[in-house]
């Protein structure tokens, strides 16, 4: 017996360098489903970028550069975009790709069962020109166009015809759930939901391969420390996200590394604008003082930031000055400056507001949807404390979060904002314009913040073309948020992934974690 | 008898519903699905769209009864995460959770008895005070420390075990067995430790207070007197007079493991129905909540009526009496 | 009401005599007696023993955090006995504080499960029928429900039917509902089994034949007579609630982080196992511990002290 132990040990050693290119990875969210057009999540999108491909995708600095399509440019003056496909791409089933695949994957990912179609709002047609050319028309100037829709993934048309998955299914399974047919360099073997999700290299891919998987096996792990410790014992070779409190441990750990960077996510608090009364604590019913612009700056600067970075954070976060993050397009780097931490200016502003006294208030804050989110709030909690003003926080698991928020159930609020388009627009439709369900406007705007001239700045960004006046706008924007204290911007949350010690990846800001940039020595 | 039975097997029909009606009507406190099916770009319009085709806009008792109306057929619709049936996902996830409460219950049993045997023999024994005192530290730690801590020992300091998962599982027909495998059965060591803990002091107490009830019995000291071996007396006698009581709270106990299961699954990221059951909560999964709740009722009404049964047909004073429970 | 006077003068003599030589010549009763009394004390005196209020957020230096037991702090300097959590509250004073909360979830907890349990298992056992039938059924489906599971819900129900202004406050009350309502089963079906048996004895069979109203029977002479189990299940479930607290917390469904139960704290703490800063795990999980295991044993001698069959 000891023997038999012995061999296989040695056995085991011996098939180590053919094995090493094996690659296990956990995550906390198994996407929940193969189908790239059904749900509009993170952890769906980012596995499928490695299945499916979009005519654009994103390279290692989130540029855009091209996938499916080769080259495009605008139409006429403004009127949408021409796409030229690239030749001689097939599907994992072997069958070719063109335009015809192009229109279906429009059809569908736009089609009312989809939860993408919000992506193609400004979009009147797609156009077949010929068998390599696609015209994408626009309802307005679109100059972001392009950048919007590298999530956009094609799917064969062919494929979906036989197996009756022509749109996606949104309350019952059909073949595109649980199978793919993709042209990524990945093709998907082995799909059990919720268990594993088994991936294997694609011969026929059109581009260079960069890695050096055999075999790729992802796992969802959802307790954190649960995936450290698989890392750790090598049960997996990369884990994402790991606790930031663990991150320096893991790096001195010798077996394992950590990978940071800076993700698109800015933390942020936010306030009921309209609200004319306290909801909560002993101040309940008493008039909202978060009206006052004085006591919202009084918030910002009472919050000791880099206290938050330096202990809660590790130091693995940046501070934030506006909605998004330097990473992103129309950052206003002339408005980088975020308040200071000043306790005494916080007490005196307070105090000017007519609350020298102080006043009670309910913080509402989600547990397990930010990094550390709960213990952010805690934080924020005491700080807000020191100046006089006492903070009732209510810390809630995010499926509760959500409809609380929605029902104005709050006096102040976390929130986490990572602009899909990656760019600076995206938070000030969101989040900063007037809400307006017709036109899709301000839909996480939850505290109802309103301001004439942001309004009429958003149009006027979304169809500039040119970048120095679509910057002026997106400026001008961002300073009337900074004034107005519309949100308090805290910090930019960071990207913290675990590694085996002889694992080579490439991380990109948006969390996506690509399995064509890993090298397993 | 069988008037009685009948009636209790519709007592425990009505039971079911009115758990299936407790749950319903308390689904909606657990939060809101719409928000985990569609991402930040939706409109309220796609919000009240899809509230529409789930049928989550109806009041609860309408809800209610299209859930049974399915349920009756085996349809326990599907779930919003996955967009796959419920019956299929739960009957995939279902294997893993038995292996695990099999291996946690026969240890349980098989540790529990030996144990008590021993700590009712040796009654004030050295050795028999530590097993009582140190079985109770089992059960004055939360299970999901217990597991957190084996984890830090034997996965993460040690490397002697896997942290989390099934191992390499085997697909016999419908069912994945992590039986045949090293690594399977490797992984199955903590989980069933951590899940089969509690169960196993309980068993052993149990064991050991009815054998010191057993050996103070007449016909036992007549046994020893008669010169028989103390081996055959403890054994043959006294253990198979206990036994009655052991397999009913067993009984009872097994469906205790499966409910238990929920903590240790997550921990241990165990990929049965009990972690199936927390992240349903967790995306407010309302399909699958409701088809675990109600096998897990079917489970827990089914041994309760069988136990009831069981006293009926062993106990006839209750016969008598016309009283039953 | 001579009866009456008669059956506690019973129990107070048990009490007094054979009971009370048991306990002074068992070591582990005493020992568990005094741990469980010296950390009810210490929960109890909390806000005169420890150093700090860890509840007052006000007080709290963020800079504070993460400091090892008796070093002193990188930035600021100031050491603490057991150390400080994330939020640089010190874990000593937490723990103490903390354990007021889990202590008093606790007894509430089984106060609130024996009241319920006791008072359906007597009406049960006693009145029979289908108001037995109906409390029977009510505990088998109240069973089929993981206290998990009861708590998430009650939160959620307690959420919907609380005035917004109040909810903050709920979560203690909550846990205390919900761990009561999952623990009430086993005192009723004891009580019930206990009043099966004693209602047809000749003493019961007296008082009704006396013309005694069946509130009179249950509450003096039947209730008196199943009091030792009760005892021994409610010590057992004070355990049990305690650590059933600690889960529920560890589930995110417990104490509120800015006044944390051992649970909780214990919750915070695991999330630093990892990560070198095991105090935050390790005094909350040891007290949690000592505090469980002192109720157990204390609660397992007693079954063995009052079973008269054992003696």
Request: proline share 20%; hydrophobic share 20%.
């Given at each position: 017996m000891l023997r038999l132990t012995t061999v296989s040990a040695l056995a085991m050693a011996i098939a180590m360098p053919a094995a090493a290119a094996e690659f296990r990875w956990a995550g906390t969210t198994d996407p929940q489903t193969m189908d790239p057009h059904a749900v509009n999540s993170a952890p769906v999108l980012g596995f499928l970028n490695n299945v499916y491909e979009g005519l654009v995708r994103r390279g290692k600095d989130m540029a855009i550069e091209p996938a499916l399509a080769t080259s495009w440019e605008p139409i006429g003056d403004g009127e949408g975009w021409r796409f030229t496909l690239r030749e001689g791409v097939t599907f994992h089933d072997g069958s070719a790709f063109t335009a015809e695949d192009v229109i279906f994957s429009y059809q569908r990912a736009s089609s009312e069962e989809a939860d993408t179609s919000s992506w193609f709002a400004p979009v009147s047609d797609v156009k077949m020109v010929d068998d390599f050319t696609v015209d994408v028309l626009t309802n307005a100037p679109n100059p972001i166009f392009p950048d919007s829709i590298a999530n956009w993934m094609i799917m064969d048309s062919g494929w979906a015809a036989a197996n009756g998955a022509e749109r996606p299914a949104k309350d019952a399974e059909n073949h595109a759930t649980l199978n793919t047919n993709g042209t990524a360099a990945f093709k998907l073997v082995e799909r059990q939901p919720g268990l594993k999700t088994v991936l294997e290299p694609f011969d026929g891919w059109w581009g260079t391969p960069e890695h050096n998987v055999t075999r790729a096996e992802f796992t969802p792990i959802q307790n954190p420390a649960t995936a450290v410790a698989a890392l750790l014992s090598g049960d997996v070779d990369m884990i994402n996200p790991v606790p930031i409190q663990d991150a320096g441990r893991m790096a001195a750990a010798g077996n394992a590394k950590v990978i940071q960077g800076i993700e698109a996510r800015v933390i942020m608090l936010g306030f009921p604008h309209q609200a004319d009364e306290l909801k909560y604590t002993?101040?309940?019913?008493?008039?909202?003082?978060?009206?006052d612009v004085r006591v919202r700056q009084a918030v910002a600067h009472a919050v000791n930031v880099p206290a938050i970075l330096q202990t809660i954070m590790r130091g693995n976060a940046e501070p934030a000055s506006q909605l998004v993050s330097p990473a992103m397009r129309g950052y206003s780097e002339s408005l980088s400056r975020r308040p200071d931490f000043d306790p005494d200016k916080a007490r005196a502003l307070l105090a000017e507001a007519g609350y020298g006294d102080g006043f009670s208030f309910g913080l509402k804050c989600p547990n397990d949807r930010y990094l550390n989110d709960e213990a952010v709030c805690q934080a924020v909690t005491g700080m807000l404390a020191q100046v006089g003003i006492t903070a009732e926080l209510d810390a809630m698991p995010v499926q509760n979060y959500w409809p609380e928020l929605r029902e104005d159930n709050y006096d102040m609020y976390l929130l986490g904002w990572s602009p899909g388009t990656f760019d600076a627009e995206h938070p000030i439709r969101f989040l900063a314009t007037t809400p307006n369900e017709e036109k899709k406007l301000g839909s996480w705007n939850f505290g109802d913040f309103s301001n004439e001239r942001v309004d009429t700045l958003l149009p006027l960004m979304q169809s500039e073309i040119d970048d120095a006046k679509r910057q002026a706008y997106i400026d001008e924007a961002t300073k009337i948020l900074q004034d107005e204290v519309a949100y308090v911007p805290l910090y930019v949350q960071p990207l913290v992934w675990g590694t085996g010690a002889n694992i080579e990846l490439t991380q990109r800001p948006d969390n996506f974690f690509i399995l064509r940039w890993v090298t397993v020595n | 008898m069988i008037a009685y039975v009948i009636r209790r097997v519709f007592q425990s029909f009505v039971v079911l519903l009115v758990v299936g009606l407790v749950a319903f009507s308390m689904f909606r406190f657990v939060g809101d699905p719409i928000d985990n099916m569609l991402g930040q770009e939706r409109t309220q319009a796609d919000v009240e769209r899809l509230r529409t085709t789930l049928g989550l806009d109806q009041p609860f008792p309408v809800q209610y009864a299209k859930f049974l109306a399915n349920a009756a057929q085996g349809n326990f619709g599907v779930s919003y995460r996955q967009g796959r049936p419920v019956a299929t996902i739960i009957s995939e996830r279902a294997p893993a959770t038995l292996e695990l409460a099999l291996v946690s219950g026969t240890l349980a049993l098989v540790v529990g008895i030996g144990l008590g045997v021993f700590t009712a023999i040796r009654r004030n024994g050295v050795a028999s005070n530590v097993i009582m005192t140190t079985s109770l530290i089992g059960v004055s730690l939360p299970t999901f420390l217990i597991g957190i801590l084996l984890i830090y020992v034997f996965s993460v300091s040690l490397g002697w075990l896997p942290s989390f998962g099934r191992g390499e599982t085997t697909q016999i027909g419908g069912w994945s067995t992590g039986f045949l495998t090293a690594s399977g059965l490797k992984a199955l060591i903590l989980p069933s430790i951590t899940l089969g803990l509690y169960q196993m002091t309980l068993i052993m107490r149990l064991v050991r207070s009815e054998m010191l009830e057993v050996l103070r019995q007449d016909y036992i000291r007549f046994a020893r007197a008669r010169g028989l071996r103390e081996r055959s007396v403890n054994f043959r006698h006294a253990l198979k007079n206990t036994m009655v009581p052991v397999i009913t709270v067993v009984g009872l106990q097994l469906g205790a493991i499966i409910a238990f299961a929920i903590i240790t699954e997550t921990v241990f990221q165990w990929p049965g129905v009990g972690l199936l059951f927390i992240n349903a909560i967790q995306f407010v999964d309302i399909p699958v909540m409701a088809a675990y709740l109600m096998l897990i009722s079917v489970m827990f009404v089914g041994i309760n009526l069988i136990v009831d049964l069981l006293y009926f047909a062993i106990d006839p004073r209750l016969r008598i009496d016309g009283r039953h429970a | 009401m001579s009866d009456a006077a008669h059956e506690p003068s019973r129990l107070a003599k048990m009490l007094d005599s054979d009971f009370a030589y048991k306990f002074r010549t068992s070591p582990v009763a005493m020992v568990s007696t005094a741990v469980t009394l010296l950390l009810v004390l210490a929960a109890i005196f909390a806000p005169l023993i420890a150093p700090l209020d860890p509840f007052n957020p006000a007080s709290l230096n963020l800079m504070n955090g993460f400091t090892p037991p008796s070093t002193p702090n990188q930035f600021t300097g100031e050491s603490f006995l057991l150390g400080t959590d994330d939020q640089g509250r010190d874990v000593y004073s937490t723990i103490l504080y903390g354990m007021r909360i889990s202590l008093f979830v606790g007894f509430a907890a089984v106060a609130f499960a024996m009241v319920l349990g006791i008072s359906l298992g007597l009406i049960a056992g006693y009145v029979g029928g289908w108001t037995e039938t109906i409390i029977m059924r009510i505990a088998d489906v109240q069973l089929t429900f993981p206290s998990i599971l009861v708590a998430m819900l009650i939160t959620g129900v307690a959420k919907g039917f609380t005035p917004v202004e109040y909810r903050d406050s709920m979560a203690i009350i909550v846990l205390i509902v919900a761990i009561g309502l999952s623990d009430w089963v086993q005192f009723a079906r004891v009580v019930r089994g206990s009043t099966l048996v004693e209602k047809n004895k000749e003493y019961v069979q007296a008082a009704r034949l006396i013309g005694r109203s069946p509130f009179t029977i249950m509450l003096k002479h039947i209730l008196p007579n199943v009091l030792s189990p009760v005892l021994v299940i409610a010590t057992i479930s004070l355990a049990l609630a305690i650590i059933a607290e600690a889960t529920l917390s560890f589930l995110g469904v417990g104490a509120p982080p800015t006044q944390p139960s051992l649970g909780t704290l214990i919750r915070i703490g695991q999330g630093y196992l990892y990560s070198g800063e095991w105090w935050i795990l390790f005094f909350p999980a040891v007290t949690l511990l000592a505090l469980a295991l002192a109720v157990n044993l204390l609660g397992d001698w007693l079954r063995d002290a009052l079973n008269p069959k054992l003696r």
């Open positions: 002993s101040d309940a019913g008493k008039p909202n003082p978060f009206k | - | -």
